[in-house]
């Protein structure tokens, strides 16, 4: 990333404290004070005792395999590795700024027209010998512990206007400023490379040993404990799910044939899949650029925006993938086939399969779908069961019992009850609305004379009745007569024979007062 200005030292054969402590267990105090040499870099009181005694713990854990080794004494580092990091190591502010510019300029080709972004330079750490740089600007340093040394966080900023490099702390002060080098350039308006943050982490050079020996130690105690755990899917049950009878993922991961595999566990049971999908479009834009020999080149970038509503958690409504997976000794594994390439981010669910309420609706569907309730059998109150709402198309989270959808004289509820669809007029096809199949049964309404046609003078027979108010009539009579079912012949019973007669049957018995 660096200009090689100045040869990089020559790998050490590390004569020093830091690798006679590492040695044996009772030196180990001894690389405590070799760190208070090293952190002479102005690190302030709290973080250089932090560092200290997190060193003499990985110092105990060393001398302690050195001991059962024989005492055959091994590298603290790799050459490799030294000479690797010190080859890019930061020679002063302009060698920053100079760098910096050859990689932002590479991030901005990368970038769609119009995006601003902050990137980490490559190598993200780099050393840096205090001797070459000015007192303001190491005084403006603020430093964090990393791998038991210091570490000093930088973020450098192109100037759109001067285009000058300028370099803040991890507090975001300005510490430093490079000039640029003067060669003027055109850059489209949503395609500067100003746009481009950079962020680098400075390393004293004389920690470098330390910080890579740690590095170093970390990474082979991570996969010492990696080895010696159990699977992973059962390390995963015992600790988010042990003695529990509830399902849950314990992993899902991306196969080499695009799909993902999900897995689940606890319990004997079958298992519902669910998923929500962030759908997103894609857009092609063209980026030409001219490289430092003159030459016009052309990158191709794929924008991809989300174009479906925000993932609001379980508020959101969830797709079943399937509803029927069976757990064999207590863990199983579905395959998500049905990945395009728009479908750029998934969430899963599971639940295990049961109506624990006995509504017609999965205890799944009501969580991640309807978001209805799992322990009430009616959740909006209506008298209509949720899962009866959904399979006719009514929302069961709406008090609908009283709407007449599909205007054939009964209510939803109705509807319900008596085994019609609230979505079609004439459910059975007999050719009259189901409210007056309901009304009537195997009698239709108003036909008092019985001859099974509506007509004058099945209204003049109920004026008759009603003139000599008598119910002395016969009880089919007397049933085709009061048309609305409450007991009584009346004015009501009256106009709602008149509203049949005139091809009106819904008027009849939407009639609230009929009711």
Request: some cysteine.
């Amino acid at each position: 990333m660096f200009p090689a200005k100045r040869k990089a030292s020559r790998f050490p054969a590390f004569p020093c404290k830091v690798r006679q402590c590492f040695s044996l267990l009772g030196h180990a105090i001894a690389l405590a004070d070799c760190l208070r040499h090293a952190h002479h870099l102005c690190m302030n009181m709290r973080h250089f005792f932090w560092g200290s005694l997190g060193c003499v713990a990985i110092a105990f854990l060393l001398a302690a395999g050195a001991a059962s080794g024989g005492g055959e004494e091994t590298p603290a580092v790799s050459e490799e590795a030294y000479s690797d990091l010190m080859a890019n190591e930061a020679l002063d502010v302009q060698d920053m700024a100079e760098g910096a510019e050859i990689q932002r300029r590479m991030f901005n080709r990368l970038t769609p027209p119009g995006l601003s972004w902050v990137q980490p330079m490559f190598p993200s750490v780099v050393p840096f010998d205090s001797k070459y740089f000015d007192e303001s600007f190491l005084d403006g340093l603020l430093g964090e512990d990393r791998n038991s040394v210091a570490v000093y966080p930088l973020s450098l900023v192109l100037d759109p206007k001067t285009r000058e490099t300028l370099i803040y702390n991890a507090d975001g002060e300005l510490i430093a400023s490079a000039p640029s080098d003067g060669v003027p350039r055109a850059w489209a308006e949503d395609a500067d490379p100003s746009r481009v943050t950079l962020r680098l982490d400075l390393l004293p050079s004389e920690d470098v040993e330390q910080y890579l020996y740690t590095d170093g130690r970390i990474a082979e105690t991570l996969a010492a404990v990696a080895q010696s755990k159990p699977p992973r899917i059962g390390t995963i049950g015992i600790k988010s799910m042990g003695g529990s009878t509830n399902i849950g993922i314990l992993d899902f991961r991306r196969m080499t044939n695009g799909n993902m595999r999900v897995t689940i566990s606890n319990g004997t049971d079958i298992a519902e899949v669910y998923s929500y999908t962030v759908w997103h479009t894609a857009s092609v834009t063209t980026n030409p650029w001219v490289n430092d020999e003159g030459v016009t080149n052309i990158s191709t970038n794929t924008l991809w925006t989300p174009v479906s509503s925000t993932f609001n958690g379980l508020a959101s409504i969830w797709d079943c993938q399937t509803t029927n997976l069976v757990l064999t000794n207590g863990v199983g594994t579905w395959e998500d086939s049905n990945i395009s390439s728009n479908a750029r981010v998934r969430f899963y669910g599971v639940y295990k399969r049961a109506d624990s309420d006995g509504d017609g609706l999965s205890d799944g569907a009501e969580v991640f779908v309807y978001h209805t309730m799992t322990n009430s059998v009616d959740t909006d109150g209506d008298g209509m069961p949720d899962g009866w709402e959904v399979e006719n198309g009514l929302n069961p989270l709406e008090g609908d019992g009283v709407q007449d959808e599909d205007a054939d004289g009964l209510s939803n509820f109705q509807e319900y009850i008596n085994g019609t669809s609230p979505n079609i007029f004439d459910s059975n096809a007999n050719g009259v609305p189901d409210g007056w199949d309901v009304y009537g049964g195997t009698i239709i309404k108003g036909d008092i004379d019985g001859n099974g046609v509506l007509s004058a003078a099945d209204l003049t027979a109920l004026d008759n009745l009603l003139a000599d108010g008598s119910y002395n009539v016969n009880p089919v009579a007397f049933s085709q007569a009061d048309l609305n079912s409450d007991g009584v012949l009346d004015g009501i019973d009256r106009r709602g024979l008149q509203d049949l007669l005139d091809g009106r049957p819904q008027l009849y018995f939407l009639k609230p007062e009929m009711k």
